[in-house]
């Protein structure tokens, strides 16, 4: 799927609120100062923010939480192991970490997919 038809089914599946100012940057017409936004409430607005899944967020988050694990198991937990042992328990660990965050942000997407779809009926 391209990125701009992810762009359009997001915007399908979370519209617009009624009245809310178009996206047009800080200095467009539609431009418009938070508290003028006329009283949207927190959950509008987190939807519209909210991201499909990607692999990419995935393997960073992984990336970024294996560097760490092999950080603390190297220099502060003093295992005792070798460097390289080290290394390879959090090359096998980015994996995981990867596929746990990805499973994680696809859960939560759907699951507020379902919340959007119950509440519009």
């Known amino acids: ?5 992810k762009r359009r089914a997001v915007r399908q599946a979370f519209p617009k609120a009624k009245g809310a100012p178009a ?8 431009a418009r100062s938070r508290s003028s936004a006329g009283g949207r409430s927190r959950a509008s607005s987190a939807s519209q923010t909210m991201r499909p899944p990607t692999i990419k967020r995935a393997l960073i988050t992984g990336a970024v939480l294996a560097f760490l694990y092999f950080a603390l198991i190297q220099w502060a937990w003093k295992s005792g192991a070798t460097t390289k042992s ?19 942000e696809k859960w939560k997407y759907q699951r507020k ?5 119950g509440s519009s009926k």
């Open 1 to 5: 799927m391209s990125k701009k038809a």
């Open 23 to 30: 996206a047009r940057g800080k200095t467009g017409a539609g």
């Open 86 to 104: 080290n290394a390879l328990i959090s090359f096998i660990l980015f994996f995981v970490y990867t596929g746990v965050a990805y499973g994680i």
């Open 113 to 117: 997919l379902r919340k959007l779809k």
